[in-house]
């Protein structure tokens, strides 16, 4: 009887399963480095609810939807996530992948589409200084 309900790891998680792959990829990464800081990012609004919801959002930095920050894992910070839990997505990340706001907008921007080799007028006034 208790053969029948045997379950072990091999029969669950096969090596073909996508979604094992990438989490064994995510937990070799982390192994590397200690993971300091929660990454935050605001998926739900806010508008319908009460003051200390939206107040709460204010405190961890977060305005507008698909917002993200980055917080030092402390006791506040995680009392905070905890309150609004339901409207943030948490992820737990090393030191070195934490960026400030002008990196994540210089990563969203996208490439102008041309690059200039040289002009025709070259040695302007305002290019030689």
């Known amino acids: 009887m208790a053969s029948l309900f ?3 790891l091999s029969n669950i998680f096969t090596p073909s ?7 064994a990829q995510k937990q070799v990464a982390s192994k590397s480095e200690p993971n300091t800081h ?6 739900r609004s806010a508008v319908a609810l009460g003051e200390r919801k939206k107040e709460t959002l204010v405190a961890l930095g977060l305005h507008r939807r ?8 402390t006791p506040e910070a995680a009392g905070k996530i905890l309150k609004v ?9 090393p030191a070195k992948t934490v960026r400030s706001q002008s990196e994540q907008r ?7 589409g041309y690059q200039v080799q040289g002009t025709k007028l070259g040695g302007l006034a305002w290019e030689t200084s």
Do not use: G
Not at 85 to 93: C, G, P, R, S
Not at 106 to 112: D, I, L, V, W
């Open 38 to 43: 929660f990454k935050i990012t605001l998926r």
């Open 6 to 8: 045997r379950i072990t």
């Open 17 to 23: 399963s996508r979604s094992f792959a990438t989490a």
């Open 106 to 112: 210089k990563e969203r921007k996208a490439s102008r």
């Open 85 to 93: 839990k339901e409207l943030v997505e948490v992820e737990n990340v």
């Open 66 to 73: 698909m917002q993200t920050v980055y917080h030092v894992h």
